[in-house]
């Protein structure tokens, strides 16, 4: 029983401002799991404790005779390591706030086409989508490439903020075929941009603000192309941590046929 | 007494040679004050120009006016020394660009002292001596309304002053063509119902003045007289007393228009309640009369390309350069000048209302909130104005420049001055709430969020303060940040220019830089972020839009000039200016000119829109209305 007039021990989140989940899965139909999720999440408190930053990665490889995971491996590895060189370590060196600090749109879009070069020239023949977000106090910056895709969960609404880079996208956005009918498409997996192209590669970049209750989901295909939008929001909207609402979406995932890989990272936003 | 003194003319009334009495040049007084020669002489005062030697290097003249008494009654004498001290102590606490200023005041051997600007020119009545025909109408109605406004400034005043001694011989023009009044030596603080004993000058002062009464009305009367007389040039004081009814202005010179003789007329009216009631009063009338401004466009205007010619709805002139957007609130039109002037103008006819007018030139904006307009001078001081009347509320000094455009928000003012202070000032009483010193002169005007405020200042730095005046975040750039932030709270971004040639995006709760645009030359215009597209102006003669999530640039658009203003955007049109003195109207989603208008001065002022109208100022003086 709790004591009056006494402090109470609580049970503390990582940190204060984010709970993070994430799970990868092969699912049910393929060999291997050619997805990656990548995380660095920090925690620092204190009165004169920095905001709070975070990195997260969903990367989706193709090509074959397993080059499709050293493509997404190695574009997540090169991202990371370049947003904690231009971004990670001049927060830590509290020198963010000068002018020749890498603005975060800049490092983000060096960050990918680095990958970019990385996967064109070591893994040649392969691709990888990328999904990155570099999330700084309450608000994620996101970088992306192919067709994982980040929502935003909030105040009861799923909000796609990614577009695909896909054929059937593209197809469904010149108005030339419906969504039920891409769902089903043959060629919904081809994609006309992808991390490892080489030149000429547009990065789209996304600005997101995460109020207290949202909930951020970066996914794979194997994730939003087994679950119709409302079942994640179920998933979303009920969950008791991300990290149960990432196992709860692959279960549901698998359930549903499990036929691609699944990869789930879920952060959200807490009241401090 | 009479402290008649004037400017020396060569002939009349003023002993050449030994005066009596006077001070020799040379003398020096308090060890400071090396006289030169005699300005003017009275029955008990002279006025000297003299010379301050605390500036070596410099000549810096000033007016040193000397009051002896020569009665031998202590009573009499200490009379016209407590009338000394009055007009020292009224004049010391008037700022008004109509009205010397007083540096020092002193007493030596038994004579006393009032240290004065020296003000180089002529008073009217020298004037008038020196032309053998009549002064331009337009230019005589000009000084009315000048004097107008130091009158209703002296009334205002808490009590009024009453300067019961308007004539031409008291009223100097200066090298700069801006009349001054001078000799307050019969200033008075009015109290109601007081009598005091007849003190004027006789041909000028009204009937009830030499019964002893003097108000408001009173000056109003001198002034008609004095008008009177430099237009018909008839000397009131060899003319019959008040007979200014039976002598009409037109008889004597059949060019003053009729309604400005009978704006004459009124004033001059036997009875104080059938004149004006204020200066103001008369010099609204006055304001009717000015010939309306026609903009010229000269031989650019066949340069209109776009669909047809813009044609402005309406123009007016200030007297000085127009360097800041203009402020409208409850259809009027407030427009800082370079004059030292606000001036408040119907914002559907351009019809002049009031104008205040400041001790320096105003670089900065007006701010319209809750009924009062607020500007920053360059005389170091943020002023408070009723907005209908034109009537000072309150001021706020402070040890620089005001070029910051006040900002209202959560019942303060917000701004910065060249002392590096930022200011939050309480609305209603103008008491300063903080200050937060800054790293540099704050020249940038603030952009207020939700709980947050955002400035720049000279030293490159871009600030977020919370409410309280603490600093939250500081972002510096490599030169001057001079623009004022933009917060687009859809994004949550702030977006700012810098001297050092780039536009950068901050994120509003942290300040990290999101993303930066480079331009080829210093950023001064304020961005305007409209649909998430931010549009900003730089002195590389360019407008640019931009993503505003990213920064990459949509499209440019390049001006014959530097754009230092900053756009305006309704209904798929932007509005901006540009140093080669054109307006610049331009379709935001392709950046295509839709029309240009020419003015005949770099237009770094910034355009304001409300529903179908855009104002805008010019260096040439003029402010625009233009259809959008």
Known sequence: ???????????????????????????????????????????????????????????????????????????????????????????????????????????????VETANQAVHGEVPGSGTTLTCALVINTRAYLAHVGDSRAYLYYNQELKQITRDHSYVDKLVELGQITLEAAAVHPQRNVLYRAVGQGDQLEIDIHLVDLPAGSRLLLCSDGLWGMLPDSVIQAVLASASSPQDACQALIVAANEAGGRDNITALVIEHITP | MSLDTRQIRSSKNVPVGGVDGALAPGRVLQDRYEVLGILGLGGMSAVYQARDRRFPNVVKLCAVKEMKSHSLDPQMRQVAIQNFEREANILATLSHPAIPKVYDYFSEEARSYLVMEFIEGRDLEAVLGEMTSFLPQEQVLEWAIQL??????????????????????????????????????????????????????????????????????????????????????????????????????????????????????????????????????????????????????????????????VMPLWTFACEDEIRSAPALANGVLYVCAYDHNVYALNATTGKFLWKYATDGGIAGSPCAAEDRVIVGSDDRVAYCINAQTG???????????????????????????????????????????????????????????????????????????????????????????????????????????????????????????????????????????????????????????????????????????????????????????????AVYSLDVKTGTIRWRLHTNGPVISSPIINEDTIYIGSNDRLVYALPA
Request: proline share 6%; glycine share 8%.
């Open chain 1, 1 to 111: 029983m709790p004591v009056a007039g006494t402090t109470q021990p609580v049970n503390r989140p990582a940190s204060r401002h984010l709970r993070v989940g994430h799970m990868s899965a092969v699912g049910l139909v393929r060999p291997h799991n050619e997805d990656v999720l990548l995380v660095i999440e920090s925690v620092f408190e204190g009165d004169q404790a920095l905001e709070t930053v975070g990195l997260f990665i969903v990367a989706d490889g193709m090509g074959g005779h397993q080059a499709g995971e050293v493509a997404s491996a190695l574009a997540a590895r090169t991202v990371a390591r370049c947003l904690v060189q231009d971004v990670y370590i001049s927060y830590l060196q509290q020198a963010a706030h000068q002018a020749d600090q890498l603005p975060l749109t800049e490092a983000l879009l060096k960050a």
């Open chain 2, 148 to 309: 107008c406004d130091v009158l209703q400034f002296l009334h205002d005043h808490t009590p009024p002053i009453i300067f019961r001694d308007m004539k031409p011989s008291n009223v100097m023009l200066d090298k700069h063509g801006r009349l001054r009044l001078i000799d307050f030596g019969i200033a008075k603080n009015f109290q109601p119902g007081q009598k005091g004993t007849m003190i004027g000058t006789e041909g000028y002062s009204p009937p009830e003045q030499y019964r002893g009464i003097a108000d408001q009305r009173t000056d109003i009367y001198a002034l008609g007289a004095t008008l009177h007389h430099i237009l018909s040039r008839q000397d009131p004081r060899v003319e019959p007393p008040f007979s200014f009814h039976e002598r009409p202005i037109q008889a004597a010179n059949p060019a003053v228009p009729p309604d400005l003789a009978q704006v004459i007329m009124r004033a001059l009216e036997y009875e104080p309640d059938r004149r004006y009631s204020s200066a103001d009063e008369m010099k609204r009338a006055l304001v009717t009369l000015r010939p309306p401004v026609v903009a010229q466009y000269g031989a650019r205007s066949t340069a209109n390309i776009g669909s047809g010619e």
């Open chain 2, 391 to 581: 009537r000072i509320m309150w001021t706020c000094p402070t040890q620089g420049r005001v070029r910051s455009s006040p900002r209202v928000q959560f019942g303060h003012v917000f701004f910065g001055s060249d002392d590096r202070q930022m200011y939050a000032v309480n609305l209603q009483s103008g008491r300063v709430s903080w200050k937060v010193e800054l790293e540099g002169p704050v020249r940038s005007s603030v952009a207020v969020g939700e709980d947050l405020l955002y400035v720049g200042d000279e030293a490159g730095s871009v600030y977020c303060l919370d409410i309280r005046g603490t600093i939250k975040w500081r972002y510096s750039t490599k030169r001057a940040v001079t623009s004022s932030p933009t917060l687009d709270k859809e994004l949550q971004l702030v977006v700012v220019g810098s001297q050092d040639g780039t536009v950068y995006g901050l994120d509003a709760q942290s300040g990290w830089v999101v993303w930066r645009f480079r331009t080829g030359k210093a950023v001064i215009s304020s961005p305007c972020v409209v649909d998430g597209v931010v549009y900003v102006g730089s002195a590389d003669n360019n407008v640019y839009a931009l993503e505003a999530k990213t920064g990459r640039q949509v499209w440019k658009y390049a001006t014959d000039g530097q754009v230092n203003s900053s756009p305006a955007v309704i209904n798929g049109a932007l509005y901006v200016g540009s140093v080669d003195g």
